[in-house]
């Protein structure tokens, strides 16, 4: 039964993730009846799902939230704001009961009642403005909400000298209230003490205060009260009589005024029917985007396997890389022709196999894309910035293990952009740019690596600010000169920030220093371009996968090293003698100048001024470097293996491999061994 309810939460995040793209994309577009179409079959496959498995709550709660879409794909009603609104924060709680569908957690549960009792509201016709006729026109469009709050003091309430009909006065004022009194029976009058609070109090009142705005009435008597805040989209029902009518009929009585009674009287008021427009036939305008979701209805064949399998599986194929290895060190060492052509053959194979096996590891980064989606409109509303989120090169694939990874750092990068680079829409007005700012989320292969861009049009970077905080933390001194480029690195050092206010959202001085660790953990590296009152735009270079990569093997001293291949732009042999005497580090190479690192040197091998070395020319960002090394000794195949506990204070090396000798030889960060040579340098005072 375990193993069927893994299934039943592994399809039922798919179809979440798949639910959740449908509705942003008709938040755009609210007349799209093919999304609608979508996002009604998507609640009735998680709804029967779940009655499958006997998941009776969160079939029931589905069920409901299914009767809205599907009188909205009969054209009975409107898509609102207020309903997608209550279906994505549906949507978000359906994520947490898929685990907790017996409601134990009591957060859960409270959420779970609450939204049962918005989402019938709107089914049986409500909407998030008028559900009821207002008597007073001015305040129908003044209203949005109404507040159901239960306050229940404590029994010394009223020893500090609090008075709670001054709290209840200060709700009243803030629109239409309804307020019942509840009494603790006092069997013995004698026995009664004035100064002891036997009272509480059920309150309605309908407000376009924010919930913050009520808790604030509350906030030097929430310690010594019980109070119970919740809002429901409902306006109108103070001032309907047919509300009152149905309370006394149902012998309303105050010690009976519950929310859910409320809500339940509420719903059952008839509304009246909008008059049906003229149906005129219109022309569906359809997105990129739109087309994209279509696309992806086509029926596609594949079969569902476990990630643990597929572990293994990369496992075996890393464990089979090595033995032909070993089986083609042995051919060349035996003189035989039929050896010779099997060990070719397996060498082959087992390149396919190895391209096969990662290719069933690689996941579309398109799978991301929903949720930060999700995370710029949130924000949009919580920082109140109108920003447009937008996406390219979501079929571009990685390793599952690196999307993983990469998922927070993303995350922390677009709150970045949507805090400190967007501006709201009034200053962007100002500056002469669209009222509406925009986020892109950009990848795309180059080679065998894949570049991921987080592009901005907001107010950009101020490198000059950027500069004076560098030199106030000791990062870098007043005369030296650096480009634009090496100063916006320093947001990436610890403690950083340039922040002038504190957020929730950021500002901390603490993340991006985080951020660039993870990259660097995943053999990436990131750099920022920013022009101001342009935007910023911040790269991100990753290899395609961890476990296996083409290296070029080497040998300095006796000692075997890899060079991922994928940084390999040429190699060259030239005379020590010209390295050594050269006091600038820079070696004239196809009439161009290439500074160079003599790893024999750094590695403190020892030296000598006879034969020649072999200079391989890598690819570090904008920037080609020379790695000088005794012989290279051909192709090789690596599968990288985790270094030792003792050895991981090494940041050049990023793992080790065993050769077909069964030796072990260690890989190389390039990337790593310039910006620590580099440093070294500096400290020395030779830049």
Known sequence: ????????????????????????????????????????????????????????????????????????????????????????????????????????????????????????????????????????????????????????????????????????????????????????????????????????????????????????????????????????????IIQNEAFLEKAKEANLKPEHLVLEEIIEIAASIPVEEKEEADQTEEVQLVTPVQKKINEKEKAISSIRVSSDKLDELMNLVSELVTTQASLSLFSENNTSTELEVISENIEKLSRRLRDISFGMTLIQINNMFARFQRLVRDMSDMLGKEVVFITEGGETELDKTIIETLTDPLMHIIRNSMDHGIEKAEVREQKGKPRQGMVKLKAYYSGISVFIQIIDDGKGIDVRKVREKAISKGFMREEDELTDKEIFDFIFYPGFSTAEVVTDVSGRGVGMDVVKRNITDLKGSISVESKPDAGTTLTIKLPLSLSIIDGLLVDIYGVKYVIPLSVVRKCYEVKNADMLKNFNKLLLLDDRQVPYINLRSEFEYEVTMEGNSQLIVVSDGDHEVGISVDHIVGEYQAVVKPISKYYRNQDFVSGATILGDGSIALVLDTHKIVELYTKHVKMEGKL
């Open 1 to 236: 039964m375990d193993e069927l309810k893994a299934t039943y939460i592994q399809e039922a995040q798919e179809l979440l993730e798949n639910l959740e793209s449908s509705l942003l994309v008709l938040e755009d577009n609210p007349s799209d009846h093919s999304n609608i179409e979508q996002v009604f079959r998507v609640m009735h496959t998680l709804k029967g799902n779940s009655s499958m498995f006997g998941l009776s709550v969160i079939a029931e709660f589905v069920h409901d939230l299914e009767t809205i879409y599907d009188k909205i794909r009969q054209s009975k009603m409107d898509l609102s704001k207020g309903i997608l609104n209550c279906t994505l924060a549906a949507l978000d709680h359906l994520k947490l009961i898929i685990f907790d569908s017996n409601l134990q957690d009591s957060g859960n549960k409270e959420n779970h009642f609450r939204l049962i009792s918005e989402i019938r509201l709107y089914a049986d016709g409500g909407s998030e403005t008028t559900p009821f006729q207002m008597n007073n026109a001015e305040v129908e469009d003044k209203i949005t909400g109404t507040y159901f709050i239960h306050f229940e003091p404590n029994s010394d309430f009223l020893l500090n000298g609090s008075n709670p009909l001054l709290l209840i006065n200060e709700l009243a004022e803030m629109g239409p209230s309804f307020v019942v009194p509840h009494f603790k029976i006092v069997n013995d009058i004698s026995e009664f003490d004035p100064c002891t609070c036997i009272a509480s109090w059920d309150i309605l009142v309908e407000t376009d205060a924010s919930l913050e705005t009520i808790r604030d009435v509350f906030i030097f008597a929430e310690d010594d009260a019980r109070i119970d805040i919740h809002k429901f989209l409902i306006t109108g």
